[in-house]
């Protein structure tokens, strides 16, 4: 009995040090990109709400996104897409952990289901940013704005849930700290859109 739970914990474990790793944003592997383009990413990232998160998260596309408030906002989209696809995976390996309380599965599988909902937002926004043409732009740029606001509320919904005192410490920090990442990510997401909005207006 010991020797099983001190497995289920060892794994337990692993997955927690996986969630605390998932979104550290590192400078190795980052690209030469022009001064040009990484001051572009600084000053647009400024008008965002998370501004020093922003400019991280971009940096590596710096190469990419050159000068285009387009290409920047697209970029954000992805970088979104991908840490919420990552985040989604695990949680649903968590769930699937021994020594959680019913409250707390209940919990990790609602929010795998907003998280779910929230990646088809994104990967239509993302479709949609790519094919933007001139006589639709305004209802397009309509659509993009209004999935990545239902991202952004689905994200909200999800992180509330673990906000009860009946979570598990270790669960209701790890998960929930996630979540609001990629709820920073969202916001500053649908801030670069409002702005190549405006920008093309």
């Known amino acids: 009995m010991a020797s099983a739970f001190s497995y289920d914990s060892f794994g337990f474990l692993l ?3 996986a969630f605390s790793s998932l979104i550290n944003i590192s ?7 022009p001064k040009t383009s990484i001051e572009f990413i600084r000053t647009s990232c400024s008008s965002t709400t998370y501004p020093k998160l922003c400019y991280e ?22 970088v979104t897409l991908s840490t919420a696809k990552s985040t ?23 929010c795998v289901e907003e998280l779910e ?20 732009f305004g209802l397009m740029i309509n659509d993009i704005q209004t999935w990545v606001s ?10 509330d849930g673990f906000g009860g005192k009946n979570m598990n410490g270790s ?15 969202t916001s ?10 405006s920008f093309h207006g």
């Not at 998260?57 to 970029?75: E, K, R």
């Not at 995976?89 to 609602?110: F, I, N, R």
């Not at 998960?175 to 709820?183: D, E, G, P």
Request: glycine content about 4%; proline content about 2%; some cysteine.
């Open 15 to 17: 997955i927690l040090v």
């Open 27 to 33: 400078s190795a592997g980052r690209q030469i990109a």
């Open 57 to 78: 998260s971009l940096l590596t596309q710096a190469s990419m996104i050159q000068t285009s408030p387009q290409l920047i906002a697209h970029a954000a989209l992805n």
């Open 88 to 110: 989604s995976a695990l949680m649903v390996k968590l769930a699937k952990s021994q020594g959680l309380k019913p409250t707390e599965v209940g919990a990790m599988q609602d």
């Open 117 to 136: 909902d929230t990646i088809d937002e994104l990967r239509k926004s993302i479709s949609e940013m790519g094919q933007l043409k001139g006589s639709n």
């Open 150 to 159: 239902a991202a952004l509320t689905d994200e909200n919904t999800c992180a």
């Open 171 to 185: 669960v209701k920090t790890a998960v929930r700290s996630k979540i609001v990442t990629i709820a920073h990510l």
């Open 188 to 197: 500053n997401a649908l801030a670069l859109v409002n702005s190549y909005a």
